[in-house]
């Protein structure tokens, strides 16, 4: 191979890994944990008569990020509280609401998205006791990237804030 082929090789060689470089460095910087810029705010746990099995938790999720997130699961943090915990959504269906779980709770960017009465909550299902008002469950919310987030909702009658 000649000295000028050999030095149009390195050449062309060079300005790939130049472009490569470029591109690489000139793309989306890094997203935060979807933890670190989802604001829970106002979560509460609806009291229920006693014996009642089943209850629901509410709250706004706040997506503070240029991205969208998911909230993809929840959990009570002391395995006394409940046998299963689900996220749910009511639907109007055949004109009638009919509730049922989902795998995820989209978290558009930089937008609100209330779980209330009526639309996306979280369920409490199997309770191991029962919740009186003013009690505080601590729970755990996680995301799609598994980053997650501990909570203290408070045991309250049901509001529409």
Not at 112 to 134: C, E, F, N, R, S
Request: aromatic letters at 4%; a negative charge; charged letters at 20%.
């Amino acid at each position: 191979m000649s000295t000028h082929v050999k030095q149009t090789v390195i050449r062309y060689g060079l300005a790939v890994i130049t472009v490569s470089i470029i591109a690489g460095c000139g793309g989306d910087k890094p997203t935060a944990p979807a933890a670190e810029v989802i604001k829970v705010e106002n979560a509460y746990i609806r009291a229920m008569p006693p014996g009642q099995k089943v209850t629901a938790m509410f709250m706004k999720l706040e997506n503070t990020s240029a991205d969208k997130h998911r909230l993809v699961g929840a959990e009570t943090i002391e395995s006394n509280i409940s046998k299963a915990v689900e996220l749910h959504e009511h639907k109007h269906i055949n004109g009638m609401m009919k509730m049922g779980q989902v795998p995820f709770i989209e978290l558009q960017s930089n937008d609100m998205t209330a779980l209330q009465p009526g639309g996306y909550h979280v369920m409490l299902i199997g309770l191991k006791q029962d919740l009186k008002l003013g009690d505080k469950v601590a729970m755990k919310l996680t995301f799609e990237d598994d980053s997650s987030v501990q909570i203290e909702p408070e045991v309250k009658t049901i509001t529409t804030d």
